[in-house]
């Protein structure tokens, strides 16, 4: 097994989300943020939440935010737009700003607009789709840096994301540290059962021999 001295952040980006999901289940963590996809299969992500939420503009419209300027380099942007399918809170603009201020990226319980900017500039952006209708007037901001709801998730500001190809999963910051060995734990069984097969093992002995089946189950205490 192999206990990373990496920084979280990191430690995450060596790893694969199936491999951080695998790891959350073993831990009884709801982390997998379901019907989330990258714009582009290249996309990767791995970074600490800053959490935007948005609800339907009342008598006052507000506005749907003026944040991006205030963000740290590596930060991953959350917004919860309720998996709104007919109005976008991300669009070229932002994209333009993240990209130029090196943000981790983009993850909206949503849908974004002006996808091609995110693709020329290869900034990750993960959303439900894309459509080109303007939030504004539409949504406002209800707050900054407060738990979210991505995906079926509870995403609170700081935890840290992790997306690739298949999607995003969330570690909670508090259990990063357990869910980032149990993860490098898995990645490594794995690639022991991939060397066996390629030095002609059967595919059964090789998991077998690494305890494959068990690798995601839930420990009791003291096993």
């Known amino acids: 097994m192999t206990h990373s001295t ?7 980006q060596d790893l694969g989300t199936s491999h951080v999901s695998d ?16 714009l582009d299969r290249s996309f990767h992500l791995a970074g600490p939440a800053f959490t935007v939420r948005y609800v339907p503009v009342g008598t006052d419209p507000g506005s749907v935010g003026d944040y991006i ?24 603009l932002l ?10 990226g983009t993850v909206i319980d949503g849908v974004c607009r002006d996808s091609d900017s ?13 459509w080109m209708r303007t939030g504004k007037d539409r949504v406002r901001v ?10 079926g998730v509870r995403i609170e500001a700081g935890d840290l994301l992790l997306g690739d190809a298949d999607g995003v999963v969330a570690v909670p910051a508090s259990r990063s540290g357990e869910v ?4 490098e734990e898995i990645r490594d069984a794995e690639n022991r059962i991939r060397a066996d097969i390629e030095q002609g093992a059967a595919l059964a002995e090789a998991r077998a021999k690494a305890g494959y089946h068990r690798l995601q189950t839930p420990r009791r205490s003291g096993t």
């Open 95 to 104: 994209t333009a700003t993240a990209s130029r201020r090196e943000l981790g």
């Open 180 to 183: 980032i060995a149990a993860a």
């Open 142 to 151: 209800d707050g900054y840096r407060i738990p979210v709801t991505v995906g």
């Open 69 to 92: 300027d205030d963000l740290d380099p590596g930060t991953v942007v959350v917004l919860d737009n309720a998996g709104r399918p007919d109005t976008t809170v991300w669009g070229d």
């Open 118 to 130: 995110a693709l020329e500039l290869s900034y990750p952006v993960y959303s439900r789709g894309r």
């Open 23 to 38: 790891a959350m289940d073993r831990l009884g963590i709801a982390g997998q943020c379901l019907g989330i996809m990258p």
């Open 6 to 12: 990496q920084t979280p952040v990191k430690a995450l």
